[in-house]
């Protein structure tokens, strides 16, 4: 990662974004400390959060590491930030895991659990601690990344994806419960070229962007973008939104 460019004037502002060390997350973080936000990112390798970091600016950015489906974690992570920063206006969920493939007939349950804990319930749980120590008396934003798979059938990654349908109706869910002081919404991404997501596209990159009317995959900075602005006065009137970032894949439905 390469040493990040100087950020806009000090916003003041401080956002919490889980899965922050690399890809999607990564690209997030940055596009916040570009806006002139602090960050602090979370994940469970902490060589690579400190690498993060180090990109991002110590001076923006710090770290929490630990796994997002732990209780103890979430609740450390929170309470460090507060106790930094003295505040978190922003929560970007993006913490997740999709360790199977293939069909759900033959899904082990310990796994589904594995992947609802990690997905999901950790959301929630960042969301119900992000509340109580700041947004509930003070507002703010949560942006969840979901994923398309959450929005149709998905073949083989099934689990990840009625996780993600459960993460966009979560977000409804906080959406209206904590209005009109904290907006939530989602990305719903379609393959950004991560780590994480390589299996869908190493070895075939060309094959696989021939099918987005873009003609490319989705880089990190694109899903960075997104969350910037959900996060942004800009989008001061949208809430319990999911915003589909797919390079125009859903445009070839039905489509022969």
Same mark, same amino acid.
């Given at each position: 990662m390469a040493q990040?460019?100087? $950020? &806009? &004037?000090?916003?003041?502002?401080? $956002?919490?974004?889980?899965? *922050?060390?690399?890809?999607?997350?990564y690209g997030v973080a940055e596009a916040l400390v570009a806006r002139g936000h602090r960050v602090c990112i979370t994940g469970r390798n902490e060589d690579a959060l400190k690498e993060a970091v180090a990109a991002l600016g110590p001076q923006r950015? @710090?770290?929490?590491? *630990?796994?997002? !489906?732990?209780?103890? !974690?979430?609740r450390s992570a929170v309470e460090q930030v507060m106790e930094a920063y003295g505040r978190v206006d922003h929560l970007v969920n993006n913490a997740g895991t999709n360790p199977v493939f293939g069909p759900i007939a033959d899904l082990d349950?310990?796994? $589904?659990?594995k992947v609802f804990e990690t997905n999901v319930v950790s959301a929630l749980g960042f969301a119900q601690s992000t509340w109580a120590a700041w947004q509930r008396e003070n507002g703010g934003t949560i942006v969840n990344v979901a994923s398309i798979?959450? @929005?149709? $059938?998905?073949?083989?990654?099934?689990?990840?994806? @009625?996780?993600k349908a459960a993460m966009i109706n979560l977000t409804q869910q906080l959406a209206h419960e904590f209005a009109p002081t904290v907006r939530v919404n989602a990305l719903a991404p379609a393959v950004v070229k991560t780590k994480f997501a390589a299996a869908l596209y190493e070895g075939r990159e060309a094959d696989a962007a021939a099918r987005y009317p873009m003609n490319r995959l989705g880089e990190p900075r694109d899903i960075g973008g997104a969350a910037a602005f959900l996060t942004s006065p800009e989008s001061a009137w949208i809430t319990g939104q999911t915003l589909v970032v797919d390079g125009g894949l859903a445009l070839n439905a039905g489509v022969e």
């Open positions: 990040h460019e100087a $950020a &806009q &004037q000090d916003t003041g502002e401080v $956002a919490i974004v889980t899965g *922050g060390s690399r890809g999607i997350g950015a @710090m770290y929490v590491a *630990g796994k997002a !489906h732990d209780d103890e !974690h979430r349950l310990g796994v $589904a659990r798979a959450g @929005m149709s $059938a998905s073949p083989f990654i099934g689990a990840y994806g @009625m996780s």
